[in-house]
């Protein structure tokens, strides 16, 4: 699918990427295109799925999230059912914020954030161990986001 993208759509997602609420007349000056064409373009690559949604970035901070952690998770025991248990889990605990299965020793990364230290421990203590597939649970706290969310090289 990717080699169906040409210079300008390759532009378009780099641009859209950064500010996802540039008007069709803003990109177009970007792209050099007609405000129309461009129109057309972005609109292919939201149908063809290769721009998935848009969402506003809120500052954690400001929301009382003060502690950003990666955590973790290695599973005791591995079948369907607690996979599928522990996404549920990790679904509806309101501090997870991303979730991905991994190869090499953990078997699940979360991203989380925390209102406080106490909050990150509330989360591991009381949340993920009690977890009956969960055999280890390991956080490494976000000191400082150096590059955050970086535009995919399209």
Not at 13 to 28: D, G, I, K, P, V
């Amino acid at each position: 699918m990717p080699d169906r993208l040409d210079a300008l759509d390759r532009a378009l997602l780099t641009y859209l990427q950064r500010n996802s609420r540039l008007t069709t007349a803003e990109l177009s000056d970007r792209v050099h295109l007609s405000a129309s064409q461009c129109a057309r373009r972005r609109q292919r690559l939201e149908d063809e799925g290769y721009i998935t949604g848009y969402r506003a970035v809120v500052d954690a901070l400001k929301i009382g999230a003060s502690v950003e952690a990666f955590v973790q998770v290695t599973m005791a025991a591995h079948s369907r059912e607690n996979a599928q248990d522990f996404v549920r889990l990790a679904e509806r605990t309101q501090a997870v914020v991303s979730v991905w299965t991994l190869t090499g020793e953990a078997d699940y990364m979360l991203r989380v954030f925390c209102a406080g230290l106490s909050g990150l421990n509330d989360l591991v203590q009381q949340v993920l161990l009690p977890h009956p597939a969960v055999a280890r649970v390991q956080s490494q706290i976000v000191m400082e986001r150096l590059k955050d969310n970086a535009p995919i090289a399209p």
